[in-house]
């Protein structure tokens, strides 16, 4: 597959179009522009998810949702050289900033942008499929997830990290609870709606997965805390990334000045008391999954 030859843009269009325009917006714009700070911040979970793969040289991977490419990286430097490690997204920004760092660190990484829901990969094309926060998004992840597993080997395994419910996961839960009073009533999420915390139910997690034809499936917890800011000003670090990336940011989309004012105060207050030794760190709570073909 010449993946350098794939488009440079995506149709918002079938079921995932939504996400598809979201990740072509703001969040991708934001998440290529801070992909170094996140990949730190997240670095706990690539590793957690790569233990997890235990890949070996020579397998085949495709990265679900890879973003700019973290994991996708270090998949290409453990299956070189007869391997291959594939990055597929949906998301324009973040595919671009993926191909140019392959370039720059001379990676064998490829990437495409495609909807992993639906995108033809060729039957038992891969023997793995991982990700890193990248499988919540889908309108109806037991097709997605079927969809998938026909481009797995029949030995073929997948190693997935996704977050566990909103309240262990300080990292949002403590600037969105500080921020809601100061904002607009908000529609109570739909549980299991495309966003992080669509997979965090475990027991329907593990019924998508077997539905759609999955087995020995295990999912289980795993704890890190996430480093929203240290440095010369790790206040400003975490209320700058708090603001712009992730559940609040969509929650401030569209807000006036004032309301973004006041916001930006209540959160600034909830996060300097999780300031210890020049860093503001939060709680991540997540599910690692994995299960056969
Ligand atoms: C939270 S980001 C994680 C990115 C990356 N894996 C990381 O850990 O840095 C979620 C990613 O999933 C991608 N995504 C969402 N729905 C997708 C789909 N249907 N097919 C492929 N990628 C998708 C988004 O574009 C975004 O890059």
Known sequence: MNTSATPTSIAAEGPNADQIDY????????????QDRLD???APFADAVLRLAAIEPGARVMDIGCGCGATTFEA??????????????????????????????????????????SHDFGAASFDLLISRFGIMFFADPAAAFAHMRQALAPSGRVA?????????NG?????????LPHLPP??????????????????????????????????EPFDASLSLGRGADPLAEALEQTLDIGPLSRALVDQPDNIRTRVTEAVREALVKHETNGEIALDG?????????
């Open 171 to 179: 990292w949002v839960s403590v600037p969105l609870f500080a921020a």
């Open 40 to 42: 730190t911040m997240l």
């Open 76 to 117: 290409a430097a453990k299956t070189d050289p007869s391997g291959r490690a594939l990055g597929v997204d949906i998301s324009g920004p973040m595919v671009a900033r993926a191909k140019a760092r392959a370039a720059a660190l001379g990676s064998t990484a490829e990437f495409m942008l495609a909807d992993a829901a």
């Open 160 to 168: 997935f990290v996704c977050w566990r419910p909103m309240k262990e």
């Open 186 to 219: 908000q529609e109570p999420p739909v549980p299991g709606a495309p966003g992080p915390f669509a997979l965090a139910d475990r027991d329907r997690f593990s019924g998508i997965l077997k539905d759609a034809g999955y087995t020995g499936i295990e999912i």
């Open 285 to 293: 709570a997540v599910w690692l999954v994995s299960a056969r073909a």
């Open 23 to 34: 990740w072509n917006g703001l969040a991708g714009e934001r998440w290529a522009r801070y």
